[in-house]
């Protein structure tokens, strides 16, 4: 039972239970505040208001300060961060990392390097436009030699992919990226005109091989370029751009070349291509220029040694302690240093491995489609080409996904680390993409096995072009900012075990599905997805420790 004070307090007051509380209440009540006193309390009030305005313009001037890893990435990564709240940096847009220095000449000890920080001349000062219009035109000859592979798809055009980047990686980093892509370039046009007038199968395989070699320059070389003039902050960017041609060419090629093959004839996918690519050739040849530093300083010394009769200059990026070497020499050293670098570097195996096994199953999936969807549901020739379809719109997503998350990741966890960039930083978001690589091959795979209704298999190759791209793109990210000085033959490395994998696991694969059938036998592939998806996560946590381990290149 409530008394009836509560009662009266529940009602409202009466002038009785006022008077009563004011009276018990009056000696606890502090006085109103004098005129002095109320002085002081506004000054309080203006110096604790002045107090937070100075911490907030000190945290304005270090953005990095209250920066941590955000909650979603639950990976051990090589930083000295914390993993409290991330809402701070996504209020303020964080700066990007500083530049490294630039190497300058000091021609009083006989060093010849860039003139200034912002000297022109350097590619990383390039302007904007001339960096993305650089990126532009590598990104368009590296769709077209993917898509002259697929739109007519012998597997030998897959062989010539496995020994060209050996030797013109090396040799882009000795002779320069320009004229060596040109050069290949040219190469690869001229061959294409003997695909389309191949007189007998054994003459179109030769000339595919060519065609192959020559086509190699785009998808080695373009690393390294974009290494040379794009800063960390915006490389994921510039590789989405020029990641496009080998994921999209490899679609959209058999899609074309199924009608153009059923339509006009096979000889006319030779000449399409062809016409294509002799206009991006010519541009590239004469709008595009050098962006290898080394080559360019090396230039720029042999100049300086005639002008000012120096004889005792050298490059800034040569070591003054190392024994003079012929130009015999490295080259030698420089064709021998992809494979040293792959067999030596357990960073560059491991990742390579899995991106081999993952290039090796697109092109047995590939092999798969027709069998599957010729034979089981009685599609033509040219319904065929429109089943790669869905996993162009995977590419499609994911580069997107790609180019919104990955600098960003990179900024954030480079504040996180307090400004310090590491490379592990691209591949904490690759893990998640991973995931969905063994769904496609269950999916698929027991939907082809069981023939159920077709969209089921179709659709099943939506994940596994999600998947692809989202491991491929951080990874191939990774290894250009791990290997900066020489990450045109780490890719030639990375390219030539992907691609050995590429043509010689689709040979295995009707062996494969004669013994196990479409159900288990893409089951197995599945099982092996989920057994490498570990590979990237442990990367990311060990991988600053095995890059700290110099390597005899």
């Not at 090589?78 to 409290?84: D, F, I, K, V, Y």
């Not at 899995?354 to 489609?369: D, E, K, P, S, W």
């Not at 033509?380 to 996904?401: D, E, F, K």
Request: charged letters at 15%; proline letters at 8%.
């Amino acid at each position: 039972m409530r008394d009836g004070k509560e009662k009266d307090v529940e009602a409202g007051w009466g002038s009785d239970a006022t008077a009563q509380y004011s009276h018990e209440h009056a000696e606890t009540e502090p006085p109103p505040p004098s005129l002095s006193d109320r002085d002081s309390i506004e000054q309080e009030v203006l110096t604790e208001k002045l107090e937070r305005g100075r911490s907030r313009q000190e945290r304005k001037a270090d953005p990095y300060e209250e920066v941590r890893v955000p909650p979603w990435i639950s990976l051990p990564l090589p930083l000295g961060a914390t993993r409290r709240s991330f809402a701070s940096s996504r209020r303020t847009k964080l700066p990007p990392p500083p530049p490294a220095p630039v190497p300058v000449s000091d021609l009083d000890n006989g060093v010849v390097g860039w003139e200034s920080q912002d000297d022109p001349e350097m590619p990383m000062n390039f302007s904007a436009k001339r960096k993305w219009t650089i990126v532009g035109f590598v990104a368009a000859i590296t769709f077209l030699t993917p898509f002259a592979s697929t739109i007519l798809a012998p597997a030998i055009g897959f062989l010539a992919e496995d020994f060209r980047p050996l030797f013109l990686s090396p040799l882009s980093e000795i002779y320069g990226r320009h004229v060596v892509l040109s050069s290949a370039n040219a190469f690869f046009c001229v061959w294409l005109i003997g695909c389309a007038l191949a007189p007998s199968l054994n003459a179109l395989i030769v000339f595919r091989f060519l065609t192959g070699v020559g086509g190699s320059g785009c998808l080695t070389i373009g690393g390294g370029i974009i290494a040379d003039i794009i800063p960390v902050h915006q490389r994921g960017r510039a590789i989405t751009i020029w990641m496009l041609g080998p994921l999209i060419g490899p679609t959209i090629g058999p899609l074309i070349g199924a009608f153009v093959a059923q339509d006009i004839g096979w000889r006319w996918t030779g000449w399409i291509v062809l016409a294509a690519s002799v206009p991006m050739v010519v541009a590239i040849a004469i709008l595009s220029q050098e962006t290898n530093a080394r080559v360019l300083i090396q230039r720029k010394t042999d100049r300086l040694r005639i002008e000012l009769n120096r004889p005792d200059l050298r490059s800034v990026y040569v070591d003054a302690n190392a024994p003079p070497q012929s130009k015999s020499m490295v080259l030698a050293r420089g064709l021998t240093r992809p494979l040293k670098m792959l067999f030596l570097s357990p960073l560059l195996f491991s990742l390579s491995l899995y991106i081999a096994f993952c290039y090796g199953v697109l092109y047995l999936l590939f092999n798969t489609i027709p069998l599957v969807f010729q034979d089981q549901y009685g599609f033509s020739l040219g319904m065929t080409g429109l089943v790669y379809i869905p996993m162009g719109v995977g590419y499609g997503v994911s580069l997107a996904l790609f180019n919104y998350i990955s600098d960003r990741t990179v900024i954030r966890l480079t504040a996180a680390n307090h400004g310090v960039y590491e490379p592990e930083m691209r591949l904490p978001d690759c893990v998640y993409f991973a995931c969905l690589l063994p769904l496609t091959f269950f999916w698929y795979g027991w939907s082809a096995y069981a023939q159920v209704h077709w969209i089921s298999p179709i659709l099943a190759l939506l994940p596994f072009g999600l998947g692809l791209v989202g491991v491929w793109q951080p990874i191939q990210a990774y290894i250009i900012d791990a290997f900066p000085e020489y990450a045109a033959s780490a890719l030639a490395a990375f390219t030539v075990f992907r691609s050995v994998v590429a043509a010689f696991l689709p040979l295995a694969g009707p062996k494969m599905y004669d013994a196990l059938g479409l159900g288990w036998g893409n089951s197995l592939l599945g099982f092996v997805a989920i057994a490498l998806i570990p590979v990237p996560a442990l990367i990311c946590k060990y991988g600053a420790r095995f890059r700290a381990q110099k390597l005899n290149l």
